[in-house]
């Protein structure tokens, strides 16, 4: 995993709920935490793009509910910067479902765009995108 080239503001806390944007059989994902999180005392963890979360499906198949996965964050609806000053933001809230801690993805295709900090930093979850922002 390399490093993001982008100050990722962070959209996401514990308990938001996102889509999961792969053929993996997952429909919604509770995020229940984060892989390498920081937080204050008393304070929630958030993440934001790129980050490797924990999450628990809600609907989608019935071998895969009330289960953990790992995950990340591909799109979210608040805005972020990126290094060259530009701000982007996306329609939705997605992640991808992950078979390994090294980021291979669990299913075959993505669904909607992908940021292209994902694809610097996961290059197999930019291999099964169509369309990379």
Do not use: H, W
């Not at 308990?15 to 509770?30: C, T």
């Amino acid at each position: 995993m390399k490093a993001i080239k982008a100050n990722v503001t962070k959209g996401f806390e514990v308990g938001s709920r996102l889509i999961a944007s792969d053929n993996s059989g997952a429909k919604i994902v509770r995020l229940v935490s984060v892989k390498l999180g920081k937080a204050r005392k008393r304070k929630r963890q958030t993440a934001g793009v790129g980050d490797v979360i924990t999450v628990s499906v809600k609907t989608g198949i019935a071998s895969m509910k009330k289960k953990l996965f790992t995950a990340v964050i591909i799109r979210q609806k608040k805005s972020y910067k990126r290094s060259d000053g530009t701000r982007i933001k996306f329609e939705d809230n997605a992640c991808v479902i992950l078979k390994s801690e090294e980021g291979d993805p669990k299913g075959t295709t993505v669904k909607g765009p992908v940021a292209r900090e994902i694809v610097d930093r996961f290059p197999k979850i930019g291999k099964i995108s169509s369309i990379v922002v």
